[in-house]
């Protein structure tokens, strides 16, 4: 089973393994959303929409159907 980054639980890190760049903004990937790089959850919006992050060091919202779109190893419970 594939885990993605809109099943993360806040407080979870993980390591970004897989971004579908279709359905990926851009502006994103330049932003850090990468493969190989670490992200936290570090809260989600009421109505779980969208989810504030924190990838190496920036802190960016996404939507959760885009968080869909991004596997993920989680790396602590």
């Known amino acids: 089973m594939q885990v993605t980054l809109a099943q ?3 407080g979870q890190s993980a390591i970004i ?3 579908s ?3 990926i903004p851009l502006k994103l990937l330049e932003m850090g959303c ?3 790089n670490m992200v ?3 809260q989600v919006a009421p109505f ?3 989810l ?3 990838i190496n060091g920036s802190h960016l919202a996404i939507r959760k159907e885009t968080a869909t ?3 993920i190893e989680i790396t602590n419970g």
Do not use: T
Request: net charge negative.
């Open 21 to 23: 760049s279709i359905h």
């Open 8 to 10: 993360l639980k806040r």
């Open 40 to 42: 936290e959850l570090v």
């Open 48 to 50: 779980s929409d969208p």
């Open 17 to 19: 393994n897989d971004v």
């Open 69 to 71: 779109h991004i596997l």
């Open 52 to 54: 504030y992050l924190n």
């Open 34 to 36: 990468l493969p190989g």
